[in-house]
C-alpha cells in the first residue's frame, strides 16, 4: 500500500516501509559500480556484499589484499570474484579509490572502516580530487516511523557554517536527489527557529533570500518556503494555526537546516527519541558518495547504496 493510500485509510506505513520500496525501485536498475574504500572490518565489508547480493551495487574493494581475505574468511563472507585493488592503508585506499573515480571506472563511491574526513579529504584534494562546480554537500534521507514520507535533511554532516552562497549548493543538490529518488513532489522547508523574518536572526534572511532566488529560478525543481519552524514545516495542524499558506508548510519532505550542528541535532532525535533509520549520501562531486555509520542498521545500509544507484541513474539519464 502507498503512502498516499495510508493516509486516505488512516493506516499508518510500517517500519522501514519507504526504505524498502527505494530498495525495491533501485534493484529494477542495474548495479552501480562501486569503489568501496578501506572495507577492513566486518561491518563495511558485509555490508558491501550484502548490497551486491541484492543487485544494488558491484563493488571493487579498495584495501590490503591480505587483510580483506583475513577479514572474510574470521567472519565468513564470501568476497570471491570481487576485484580488490591493493592499497597500503587507509589514506592510500581512499586515493586510490578516488582515481578509479578518475578514470571512469567506477560511478560511487563507498565510504569502508576509515575515517569520513580522510575519504572526503581525498575526494576534495586540488589536483587529485573529484570535486565539481557545485559545493559538496549532505543528505540525510530518513525513514521515520509514524511519518507517512521520507524525509530530506541537509546539511548536517559536511557543511559547518554555510553560506548563503553555500546553501544554493547544497538546497540544488538536495532538490535534484529528491527527483532522483522519485519524490512526485518538493517541497522544500527552509527552516529556523521562527516562520518570520527576523534582522537579529541571520538564518531567516538567508531562508528568505533562498525563497526569492527560487522565484527567479536561480534554484529549480521545487516550491521552496522559509523561514519556517519545524513544527509548521511538517505539521499541517500547526501551520493552520499560525495561517501559513504555502505548497510547503506543513507538508515539507525536504528540510535544510540553518547549520551542521542543527542539522546533527535534528536527525539524532530523530533517530534516538523516533527510532528513525537514517540512509547518508554525499552529493556535489562526480559521483555519489555512500557514507554509512557502524551504528547503522543493515536496511539504512542498503537503502543508501539504493539511493546511490538511483543517483547514478538519473545522472547517466
Do not use: W
Not at 525536504?254 to 533517530?271: T, W, Y
Amino acid at each position: 500500500m502507498s503512502d498516499q493510500e495510508c493516509r486516505h485509510a488512516h493506516i499508518r506505513p510500517r517500519p522501514h516501509d519507504k526504505y524498502l520500496r527505494l530498495i525495491d525501485a533501485a534493484r529494477r536498475l542495474p548495479p552501480v559500480q562501486t569503489a568501496v574504500a578501506h572495507p577492513c572490518d566486518a561491518v563495511s565489508l558485509g555490508g558491501a556484499l550484502e548490497a551486491h547480493k541484492l543487485g544494488l551495487i558491484d563493488p571493487m574493494l579498495v584495501g590490503p589484499p591480505a587483510r580483506i581475505h583475513e577479514l572474510a574468511t574470521r567472519h565468513g563472507i564470501d568476497v570471491a570474484g570481487l576485484p580488490i585493488v591493493e592499497s597500503a592503508h587507509s589514506h592510500d585506499s581512499a586515493a586510490k579509490a578516488v582515481e578509479l573515480v578518475r578514470q571512469g571506472k567506477v560511478e560511487a563511491l563507498m565510504k569502508g572502516s576509515l575515517h569520513t574526513d580522510e575519504l572526503m579529504g581525498a575526494v576534495v584534494a586540488r589536483d587529485t580530487g573529484i570535486r565539481t562546480e557545485r559545493r559538496i554537500s549532505h543528505c540525510f534521507v530518513m525513514d521515520v516511523p509514524g511519518h507517512l514520507d521520507p524525509l530530506i535533511i541537509t546539511d548536517a554532516a559536511v557543511n559547518i557554517a554555510p553560506t548563503l552562497d553555500d546553501k544554493v549548493h547544497i538546497v540544488q543538490n538536495a532538490i535534484d536527489l529528491a527527483h532522483a529518488v522519485g519524490f512526485p513532489e518538493v517541497r522544500v522547508a527552509i527552516l529556523s527557529a521562527m516562520e518570520t523574518v527576523n534582522p537579529k536572526v541571520q538564518s531567516t534572511i538567508e531562508a528568505a533570500a533562498l525563497c526569492k532566488m527560487a522565484d527567479r529560478g536561480q534554484i529549480t525543481g521545487a516550491f521552496l518556503d522559509g523561514p519556517l519552524a519545524l513544527d509548521n514545516a511538517i505539521s499541517p495542524e500547526a501551520a493552520e494555526i499560525k495561517h501559513i499558506v504555502s505548497p510547503v508548510a506543513g507538508r515539507a519532505n525536504l528540510l535544510v537546516v540553518p547549520d551542521l550542528e542543527a542539522g546533527n541535532m535534528l536527525a539524532k532525535s530523530l533517530s534516538f527519541l523516533a527510532g528513525a533509520d537514517t540512509a547518508g549520501i554525499v552529493l556535489g562531486a562526480r559521483v555519489p558518495i555512500i557514507l554509512t555509520s557502524r551504528a547503522d542498521s543493515l536496511t539504512a545500509r542498503q537503502a543508501s547504496c539504493a539511493i546511490a544507484s538511483m543517483v547514478a541513474a538519473a545522472r547517466r539519464g
